[in-house]
Structure formats: structure tokens, C-alpha cells
């Protein structure tokens, strides 16, 4: 079972920085694409972030040019990069991965257990 730790969340100003990190564990595996999400109070999840196995990057419209993700492969773990944070921003983010280890036909996605990020002055 790979096992996915988030951290990095917290409260911040209007303006201010925060760096997420989500390192995956849980034997030999190949992360492919990886990804941050977020869910708002009373709002649905959306897709922030996305990395594919070869390092190309996309973003939500809401993020571009604040935020950044990244991956370490020997460290298996996948960082979001956030810039310029506005109260909007305020959410639960969740990393996601989708892994395949020997034997498996298709990727398995599994998602972290979510942190908190707060803007507010």
C-alpha cells in the first residue's frame, strides 16, 4: 500500500509564501502523473496543479503564475510551490499520485489525507 504524507499547510497574509510537500512511501513503485487539488469550504475539489512522469507541467488559470510543482523522482515526493497568496486560495489541498508497480496493468491513484491553507489578514 503506498502511503501518502502532506505537509506545509498553514495561516498566512495576503501576499505571503507557502511550500507543500507530499512524499510517497510504501515499497518499489513509479510515481507518474502527480497532482495538487483543493477544496474551499462549500465549494467542490479542483485541480490546481499537475505533473506528468516526464516533468511537463499544466495549471488551473486561477494559479498560473503564482504557483509551481515539482517533483524529486529520487525522493518520490511532489511539492507545490505557492507565491502571492490570496484569501481565494484558502482551501484543503490534497496530492494525488498515480503509481504502478511490476505486475500491475494500469496505474493505482492514491490521495493524500489533505492540509490546510489559510489566507487571511
Known amino acids: 500500500q503506498v502511503q501518502l504524507v502532506e505537509s506545509g499547510g498553514g495561516l498566512v497574509q495576503p501576499g505571503e509564501s507557502l511550500r507543500l510537500s507530499c512524499a510517497a512511501s510504501g515499497g518499489d513503485f513509479t510515481l507518474n502523473v502527480a497532482a495538487w487539488s483543493r477544496q474551499a469550504p462549500g465549494r467542490q475539489l479542483e485541480l490546481v496543479a499537475v505533473v506528468t512522469g516526464g516533468g511537463s507541467t499544466t495549471y488551473a488559470d486561477s494559479v498560473k503564475g503564482r504557483f509551481t510543482i515539482s517533483r524529486e523522482y529520487a525522493k518520490n515526493t511532489v511539492d507545490l510551490q505557492m507565491n502571492s497568496l490570496k484569501p481565494e486560495d484558502t482551501a484543503v489541498y490534497y496530492c494525488?499520485?498515480?503509481?504502478?508497480?511490476?505486475?500491475?496493468?494500469?496505474?493505482?491513484?492514491?490521495w493524500g489525507q489533505g492540509t490546510h491553507v489559510t489566507v487571511s489578514s
Open positions: 494525488s499520485v498515480d503509481v504502478i508497480r511490476a505486475g500491475w496493468s494500469t496505474p493505482r491513484r492514491y
